[in-house]
């Protein structure tokens, strides 16, 4: 028998857009078992699932539109049996890949509220107590991040948008119309989206100056000076630099605390991309190692990334309100009338008109959790990242080339007298074992020099120690078969 008639689901039922609430409790119920199984599953799941399914692919591209409404069992069983498996295995704990995500069910909570409730928070007049909740959130992020001066900003869908809307501030304040003379400083190991957001912010690529690191991925203060310097004698305009606070690569941080006095000497914009790294800013005693962020104009920060949220909750706090409100506010006839500056008016403070009710899958995590579950979860990263590098670099061949400053690092494995070639061979080779293993995800990057490197980032709520040995133990075995 069809699950749907054994629910008492008919067609009947959905007759009406308007869906009733028992109809509506029935069909959450028969979502709520899927989803248990599927968390359930996770751990024992491949670490990255089958994503090669060109043929899947094109059957699912000819899925014609949908005259008539389908029962959702139909719609859960390929969902849940066939399209979720074929991807990466983002919220699983053996994901040590790129940046891990999270997904922490208190925001699942919190978006089938926002989304049923379906309040407009686009402008604070139109739910000025949401919006506040939003706000608090935000605040919320600066005072645990010990950023005073920093309450005020914008939650986006990510750490690209936020980046994006701080260039876009720091450009309209620092240049005005002198566009085409500003100049933008970051270094070669800052994330896609730095250049990417100067160039929708109109700040062309030979406006971009990209500097050089130090043996460590941090960004070379003497190159930085030079090139401003030069670039003033070119009768240019520096206006900003955008450091990077934990980078995608490797996890450095750079000099945070010197790019600020050289920015504050300078009258350059300071903006800090902490995407990855803010979250470490949570935890008393890693504050230092992201010494100088306090000093920063902006700082965009991943709650989907460290405090574990779903994917699409990026956060922005500026120090100057005003700068992000005079980049982005607009009215029109049809609209009622901007929130005074003292408050967050999402629409006069971004991007975006309509939006989701984003912050209150934060709000709501903040709250029923606790922050001292999150700095403790975030403490244990750390210290999950810091044990294994410790031990890796114990063993024969492994060349830990970036060590973990915060929960990232970043190795190679070398025999004596190899060549670059033969030992990104090898470190590659490296990879793929561990990846056909299948309990853990790792993956690569490069660096200026052309070095291939394997890398682990723990970031992920359900990674643990137990995973952590696992990802240890492979990393061991594989390299012993490679080198002997
Ligand atoms: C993830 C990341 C970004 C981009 O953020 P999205 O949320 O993916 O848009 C930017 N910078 C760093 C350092 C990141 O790790």
């Given at each position: ?12 039922d ?6 009733p ?7 959450v119920?028969q979502?709520l078992p ?27 591209a ?6 008539q409404?389908?029962?959702l ?15 990466f ?11 891990p995500g ?8 919190a ?24 706000a ?5 992020l ?5 950023l005073p ?9 990510g ?27 970051t270094?070669?190991?800052?994330h896609?989206?730095v250049?990417?957001?100067?160039r ?23 190159a930085?000076?030079?090139a ?28 945070l605390?010197?790019i ?21 800013r ?13 000093r ?40 009622p009338?901007?929130?005074a500056?003292?408050l ?27 922050l001292e ?16 590098a ?14 973990p ?80």
């Amino acid at each position: 028998m069809n699950p749907a008639t054994e629910l008492g689901l008919s067609a009947d039922d959905l007759a009406d857009l308007d869906v009733p609430p028992e109809v509506f409790t029935r069909l959450v119920g028969q979502v709520l078992p899927r989803i248990h199984e599927h968390l359930a599953a996770l751990a024992d799941a491949p670490a990255c699932g089958d994503v090669h399914v060109p043929e899947q692919r094109a059957a699912l591209a000819e899925e014609p539109i949908p005259e008539q409404g389908t029962a959702l069992q139909d719609l859960l069983e390929p969902l849940f049996a066939e399209w979720i498996p074929a991807s990466f295995t983002t919220p699983g704990p053996g994901y040590l890949a790129y940046v891990p995500g999270g997904g922490l069910l208190s925001s699942a909570l919190a978006d089938l509220i926002a989304t049923t409730t379906n309040r407009y928070t686009g402008v604070w007049q139109a739910a000025p107590l949401l919006v506040q909740l939003e706000a608090n959130a935000l605040r919320w992020l600066a005072e645990g991040m010990a950023l005073p001066g920093m309450e005020r900003g914008l939650l986006t869908t990510g750490g690209s948008m936020a980046n994006f809307s701080a260039i876009v501030a720091a450009r309209e304040q620092r240049l005005g119309e002198h566009l085409r003379e500003g100049v933008l400083y970051t270094s070669s190991q800052a994330h896609l989206c730095v250049t990417k957001s100067a160039r929708l912010a109109g700040i062309l690529p030979d406006r971009v100056r990209t500097i050089p690191v130090d043996a460590r991925y941090g960004l070379r203060l003497d190159a930085l000076r030079e090139a401003i310097a030069a670039d003033r004698a070119a009768g240019l305009r520096p206006f900003l630099v955008v450091s990077s606070a934990g980078t995608t690569n490797t996890g450095a941080v750079d000099p945070l605390d010197e790019i600020a006095s050289l920015c504050e000497a300078e009258g350059l914009w300071h903006h800090v991309d902490a995407a990855y790294g803010g979250c470490f800013r949570f935890v008393p005693e890693l504050r230092e190692r992201l010494a100088g962020m306090e000093r920063a104009d902006s700082i965009a920060f991943d709650p989907h990334k460290g405090l574990f949220l779903p994917y699409g909750t990026g956060a922005l706090l500026v120090r100057d309100a005003r700068a992000l409100r005079a980049a982005h506010a607009g009215t029109a006839s049809y609209l009622p009338d901007p929130a005074a500056e003292a408050l967050l008016d999402p629409a006069q403070d971004g991007p975006e008109l309509s939006r989701d009710f984003r912050g209150l899958r934060l709000w709501l995590s903040l709250k029923l959790f606790g922050l001292e579950r999150f700095r403790a979860a975030l403490r244990e990263k750390h210290e999950l990242a810091s044990r294994a590098a410790a031990q890796l670099a114990e063993l024969p061949g492994f060349d830990m080339i970036a060590p973990p400053q915060l929960s990232l690092f970043a190795f190679q494995l070398r025999l004596d007298g190899d060549s670059l070639e033969q030992t990104n061979a090898r470190t590659r080779a490296l990879l793929e074992g561990v990846n056909a293993r299948r309990r853990v995800y790792l993956t690569p990057c490069t660096d200026d020099a052309g070095r291939f490197l394997a890398r682990v980032c723990v970031l992920s709520f359900r990674t643990r120690a137990d995973r952590v040995e696992e990802c240890l133990r492979d990393l061991r075995e594989v390299a012993a078969e490679l080198i002997g």
